[in-house]
Nanobody, 115 residues
Framework: QVQVVESGGGLVQAGGSLRLSCAVS????????MDWYRQFPGKQRELVAAITRLGTTNYADSVKGRFTISRDNANNTVYLQMNSLKPEDTAVYYCHTGTVLTNYWGRGTQVTVSS
């Protein structure tokens, strides 16, 4: 059974930093593309960052240069380091992975950036 559990969200002032963690069990993170998405109220989830099996990373334009996705293979965990946070980064952040047959999502972690 695959489990995806996010943590690390919270309230931070604009310009501050947070590191989100995504603990995964049931699959090996280094064997899969791992993503972070976020969802604004009333909006669809949008891709924030992804890391491939080879370690290649991709970012949404809105977070390039501020967010960094990384992977700890030993702990089967994926991280999202978020720096220079802005109020418009306020959202629920979700960790995701999947196969051609199934998507796996965590329950999300709330990030709130105050101005």
């Amino acid at each position: 059974q695959v489990q995806v559990v996010e943590s690390g969200g919270g309230l931070v002032q604009a310009g501050g930093s947070l590191r989100l963690s995504c603990a995964v069990s049931g699959i090996i993170v280094s064997f899969n593309v791992m993503d972070w998405y976020r969802q604004f109220p009333g909006k669809q989830r949008e891709l924030v960052a992804a890391i491939t099996r080879l370690g290649t990373t991709n970012y949404a334009d809105s977070v390039k240069g501020r967010f960094t996705i990384s992977r700890d293979n030993a702990n089967n965990t994926v991280y999202l380091q978020m720096n220079s946070l802005k109020p418009e980064d306020t959202a629920v952040y979700y960790c995701h992975t999947g196969t051609v047959l199934t998507n796996y999502w965590g329950r999300g972690t709330q990030v709130t950036v105050s101005s």
